[in-house]
C-alpha cells in the first residue's frame, strides 16, 4: 500500500494495481485513478480521468479486485479496504469524534484527515500499528498523539509483511 500526498486534503493511495484518489481538489495535478472516493460531495472530480468508480456515499463496492466499505458515522463517512490478510480505515477525525467505541473494529493501517481534533479513544479502540495524518490539522494531531518532532513527508509505503509491531505514527504534508 502506497500513501501519497496530492494536496492539503487531498490523497493518492495504490493498493496492489488499483490506484484511488481520496477528495481530489482544484489544486492536484491531473490524475488517473481507478476510482475517487469522497468524504463530501464538493470534491473536483473533474481532475481525475479514466475513474471507474466514484464513491461518496454508504455502501459496499470493489474496484480492481479491492472490497471498499462506507459507512456512515454521525454526519459523516469512514473507509474501509480490505487488502487480503490488512485492514486499513480511512476517516475524518471530525467523524470519529462521532463514533460509537463499541462498533469500531480493528483496522491494521488509520489513514486519518486531521480536520479537528482527534478521539484518541477511538483510535485506540481501533488497535491499529500504523497511523498516518494528514489535512490541516495533521502537526497539532501528531503533537497530541506524543509525536511532536514528526518529520512529515509526501509518501509512505506498507506491505503486511513490514507492518511495525508497535503502533508508529507518521505524518503526511
Known sequence: MDIQILSGESLRLKIKKTILIIDPNLSIPKSEADAIVTFDKNSEISKVAN???LINGAGEYEVGGLKIASFKIGNGLMFSFGIENLEAALIKASFLSEAS????KNYDVVLIN???EINQSALTAMEPRVIVLYGKNASQAAKELGKASLTPSSKVSFSEEKLPEETEIYLLS
Open 101 to 104: 467505541l463499541d462498533k469500531i
Open 114 to 116: 486531521a480536520d479537528l
Open 51 to 53: 475513474c471507474r468508480l
